[in-house]
């Protein structure tokens, strides 16, 4: 689906990305996972065509990426970004339809679209002409969702998705994500911080660390083989707290 070969990137003297290779299977869901400002955004953004690669290529269904062709290929990719990044000038209805509508797509086939991913993330039909500041987070989240599937990709592209949801919300939501993922077996890349994220989507998680990839694999082999000393401690990192907590809750 996806092949990322000797791709990085720089910010006059800052490397955000060293020269990475890369491989994203059709149908499942990889996860980039690393500190902030370990690369794994600007990888995304890459993918997504947002920004242009400083050496290296991106090849996306047998077609590599270049200037001349990433507006059409963006139109087999969906974006997701944390907060959902909608126009708040424009109702659920005319968010979601955007693109379908600035491509002069039938007006039947916008409707029956509309309808069928209102059902997929489970959004009533009475929020079709709100505006996002009347819609909570989750709420703004799945019409994000619906805009980033309205002209069905081959390929779905989420940073942090989740990340500004309040934990129960989150939660619920997380689960939602993987059904419908599992429902339209689509090609997946998610950005997250959260190693138990990481772990409840991904078929395959990428480690990062100043701008370079640590160790690639499924949850279960970064933690019991881990690379190197800092894939360690960064689970730890993240299970430490938790654990405290519970043994914290034991005395109370």
Known sequence: MLILSQVSKRYGDVLALAPTDLQVPGGETLVLIGPSGCGKSTLLRLIAGLIQPGSGSITFEETRLSSENILQIRQQMGYVIQEGGLFPHLTVHDNVTVMARYLRRDVGWIDCRLNELAQLVRLPEEMMNRFPAELSGGQRQRVSLMRALMLDPDLLLLDEPLGALDPMIRFQLQKELK?????????VVMVTHDIAEAAFFGHTLVLMRDGRIVQTGPFKELA???AEPFVEEFITAQREPMAQLVEALKWT
Request: aromatic share 8%; no cysteine.
């Open 179 to 187: 059904a419908i993922f599992a429902q339209l077996g689509k090609t």
């Open 224 to 226: 019991q083989t881990p």
